[in-house]
């Protein structure tokens, strides 16, 4: 047995089991990451998500599936889309790139960079049963909610995201100007007896320009971004407990370094790992898949059994098969926090929302142009959006 110290508080800590042993209670460790939007893989997200936004603006009517490739120098769309929508996506494209600070041609990606599109229109062999107000795709998918913060969020991905969030805000207002798009986040939250005490660690990667030294990015980005988002929550990490940048500098960002591709981040999109995710990722499809619509189904279901009351956290889980309008499986898991029984559960539940598909767009009123507010940070604990409301 070792002695492990997490913000000057020392645990003894049993190799293999994961937890720590204070006296008589049950500390754990959780961790969460989430990315800035410059970061690869929500470049894609975002593309994707714009363009569903411009289709869905002219045709509500809009069936999307809508895949984009971000590598050295190129950016490439795949996948499918069904619409009247009159739509320049060359012109979408670029302005996004440019929207997450992508200016600069010597990053090896940029506004410039060589554009190609291989969209095509939906298969009709999914369309016929869609038609049908059925489901666009087989799947399961899980929806979370607890009490551990205002949003009813877990509090690792809630701070990940915050840091996120705040990795942006420094470069985008020129508070560090010497950050560049691209960037990370991750924490480690200590629990007791399954509430959230205090901060283990935190980890930042941001890209930099090269005027600047490791000493100043570490410095600053304590003092302006994880300081101030940790305190907003109550909580502070001390200076050991804290790494920027692993790897010493970090010059080169986005998909010059590192290929991005549109829903590769499930885990940052959902809850940070701290309950299940189902079997699809959400960007630049429409709801009529219900990888999607689902997920947000079964986050509006649990958010609001929270909400009210009914337990201390949830989980529901939601399953479709294609061309089918309703869910083979409705699920609802507390977890022991339960202050009612599961049949109390389940009718609130159904007075809430009808889990079809055509019941869940209608009710969450999906074929609005909202889907690019998701891209970054997170689908979840976001107020504005229709699946976070009461």
Not at 16 to 39: D, R, W
Not at 266 to 290: C, H, L, M, N, W
Not at 361 to 380: C, D, M, N
């Amino acid at each position: 047995m070792e002695t492990i110290f997490c913000q000057n508080i020392s645990f003894p800590y049993i190799h293999g089991e994961g937890y720590f042993i204070s006296n008589s209670t049950k500390t754990t460790l959780f961790t969460s990451e989430s990315v800035a939007a410059g970061h690869p893989d929500k470049i894609c997200d975002a593309i994707s998500d714009a363009i569903l936004d411009a289709a869905l603006a002219q045709d509500p009517k809009t069936r999307a599936g809508i895949e984009a490739v971000a590598g050295a120098n190129q950016i490439s769309l795949f996948g499918e889309i069904t619409t009247t929508a009159k739509l320049d996506y060359e012109a979408i494209v670029r302005e996004v790139i440019k929207s997450q600070g992508y200016i600069e041609p010597k990053w090896g990606f940029s506004e410039e960079s060589k554009f190609t599109s291989y969209l095509h229109q939906q298969s009709p062999e999914i369309s016929q049963g869609v038609d049908q107000d059925g489901a666009g795709d087989q799947g399961m998918m899980f929806g979370y909610a607890c009490n551990e913060t205002p949003e009813l969020m877990p509090m690792p991905i809630t701070l990940a995201h915050a840091l996120a969030r705040r990795i942006d805000e420094v470069r985008q207002k020129k508070i560090l100007d010497y950050i560049r798009p691209d960037g990370k986040a991750q924490v480690t939250v200590v629990y007791e007896d399954g509430i959230p005490t205090a901060i283990a660690n935190a980890v930042i990667a941001v890209a930099h320009s090269e005027q600047v030294s490791a000493d100043q990015v570490r410095a600053g980005v304590i003092a302006e971004i994880i300081t101030p988002v940790l305190a907003k929550y109550g909580f502070t990490v001390s200076d050991e407990n804290i790494t920027v940048n692993g790897t010493g500098l970090w010059h080169i960002p986005g998909p010059e370094s590192d290929a991005g591709l549109t829903g590769r981040k499930i885990v940052v999109d959902t809850y940070g790992g701290y309950a299940r995710v189902g079997g699809g990722a959400f960007s630049g499809k429409d709801p009529s898949k219900v990888d999607r619509s689902g997920a947000y189904a079964a986050r509006y279901i649990a958010k609001n059994i929270v909400a009210a009351g009914l337990a201390d956290k949830c989980e529901v889980g939601l399953a479709y098969v294609i061309g089918k309008p309703n869910p083979l499986m409705q699920t609802i898991e507390t977890f022991g926090t339960s202050k009612v029984s599961d049949k109390e559960l389940y009718d609130f539940k159904d007075k809430l929302i009808d889990t079809s598909v055509r019941g869940i767009v209608e009710k969450l009123q999906l074929l609005r142009p909202i889907y690019s507010a998701t891209s970054a940070y997170g689908h979840f604990g976001k107020p504005e959006l229709p699946w976070e409301q009461g």
